[in-house]
């Protein structure tokens, strides 16, 4: 079975940082696009960054653009999320996906097919 599994949630000031990682198994198609999105408390799914099967192109939500960055290690399957200068309306659940192959790559929930249980992230 595919599983995607993240971890580096937590709890943190404003201002502060995070690193979510979004690791695969079960899972050996690394040519994909993969992303991350958020939902925090009554608001709808929202796609926070995408990145191409390369590592090479991404993209970012507006809110996070130059405090968030997407990164992948196609040798580990792993995808990650570097989150700076953290801000209270980041909190949410995070949640990677997979299996996107969408030219270009956007982040949109309906191209995904596999998907994380998601790590919660409150900033305070």
């Known amino acids: 079975d595919v599983q995607l599994v993240e971890s580096g949630g937590g709890s943190v000031q404003a201002g502060g940082s995070l690193r979510l990682s979004c690791a695969a198994s079960?899972?050996?198609?690394?040519?994909?696009?993969r992303a991350w999105f958020r939902q925090g408390p009554g608001k709808a799914r929202e796609g926070v960054a995408v990145?191409?099967?390369?590592?090479?192109?991404?993209d970012y939500a507006d809110s996070v653009v130059g405090r968030f960055t997407i990164s992948r290690d196609k040798a580990s399957n792993t995808v990650y999320l570097q989150m700076n200068s953290l801000k209270p309306e980041d909190t949410a659940m995070y949640y990677c996906a997979a299996g996107s192959r969408s030219h270009p790559c956007r982040a949109v929930a309906s191209d995904f097919v596999h998907w994380g249980r998601g790590t919660q992230v409150t900033v305070s």
């Open positions: 990145i191409d099967s390369a590592g090479f192109s991404t």
């Open positions: 079960g899972y050996t198609y690394n040519s994909d696009c």
